[in-house]
């Protein structure tokens, strides 16, 4: 089992930043790939970026609708941010971590409870 709290939503102004934290707590030692997804009202929840970890690498991919705008990092082990800057009222949305595993060929999927971003015009 993996535990995921969210932090650092808010409201800002459009051409603003904000950088959200996830920490990850439990087995984080099955954790293969972290993410943030978003989900704004009447849409479908939608990926923003991941990061994968490859022994002292880590891989990022993007969302095209952010690249150039937000960036996903690992911060150690067990947290990821994602840094959003030039914020536009489309990134309005709540934000979701994602941790995917891998544990004795099992796969499972966490989430966490999700935060708040608000993008004024």
């Known amino acids: 089992q993996v535990q995921l709290v969210e932090s650092g939503g808010g409201l800002v102004q459009a051409g603003g930043s904000l950088r959200l934290s996830c920490a990850a707590s439990?087995?984080?030692?099955?954790?293969?790939?972290m993410g943030w997804y978003r989900q704004a009202p009447g849409k479908q929840r939608e990926l923003v970026a991941t990061?994968?970890?490859?022994?002292?690498?880590?891989?990022a991919d993007y969302a095209d609708s952010v690249k150039g705008r937000f960036t996903i990092s690992r911060d150690n082990a067990n947290t990821v941010s994602l840094q959003m800057n030039s914020l536009k009222p489309e990134d309005t949305a709540v934000y979701y971590c994602?941790?995917?595993?891998?544990?004795?060929?099992?796969?499972?999927?966490?989430w966490g409870q999700g935060t708040q971003v608000t993008v004024s015009s």
């Open positions: 439990g087995s984080t030692f099955s954790i293969n790939v």
């Open positions: 990061i994968t970890s490859g022994g002292t690498i880590n891989y």
């Open positions: 994602k941790a995917s595993t891998v544990w004795l060929g099992i796969l499972s999927a966490y």
